[in-house]
């Protein structure tokens, strides 16, 4: 069974450009939730989306927005890049539904601002 | 969501077992009780989760205390790819509650030949 793929794993941007991620859950897996790691701030949550709904959002601007589609798959845009978005981006994604099901992570998209 | 606390670090010999603490005093009856893991250069890897009862996988068992105050992840035999940090977090089992997990700082796992 494939894993959660996120694309592209690694990413170099300029200050106030903007960028999409993608992300690709486990198949049958309607929750993708999408989470920010920065060495000073550890593991942040951003959002999440539940059929193709947005359901959480975590403490971040409105820079950062998201959206999922009726397959699941999810993209993450940030817009008016900053050297602070610099960060590991991870998507997630889970069957949905209570929180005690297990989410299944990618191994992120390394993003860096020049 | 309740929160947790993690020494910030553990060292364990190879092949010895280990057990990682977690404190969550302020637990609701309706909070299950997750750890996750991340190894170096990858994302978090989802390890075991439990509500009341002590629960075992291929990866590790998790050992509940009857008050749910507090909660051990045992991996039995540590191995040099089990170092990594390791998250012990609270999500609300109640239905339709949504996912947003709140990681902390974890345990690092040191782990010595």
Known sequence: KAGVTQTPR???KTRG???TLSCSPISGHR????????????????FEYFSET???????????????????????NVSTLELGDSALYLCASSLG????????????TRLSIL | DAKT????????????????????????GTDYIHWYRQLPSQGPEYVIHGLTSNVNNRMASLAIAEDRKSSTLILHRATLRDAAVYYCILRDGKSNSGYALNFGKGTSLLVTP
């Open chain 1, 10 to 12: 690694y990413l170099i």
């Open chain 1, 17 to 19: 450009q903007q960028v």
């Open chain 1, 31 to 46: 929750s993708v939730s999408w989470y920010q790691q920065t060495p000073g701030q550890g593991l942040q949550f951003l």
């Open chain 1, 54 to 76: 947005q359901r959480n959002k975590g403490n971040f601007p409105g820079r950062f927005s998201g959206r999922q589609f009726s397959n699941s798959r999810s993209e993450m």
């Open chain 1, 97 to 108: 539904g209570s929180g005690n099901q297990p989410q299944h992570f990618g191994d992120g």
């Open chain 2, 5 to 28: 606390t993690q020494p910030n670090s553990m060292e364990s010999n190879e092949e010895e077992p280990v057990h990682l603490p977690c404190n969550h005093s302020t637990i609701s």
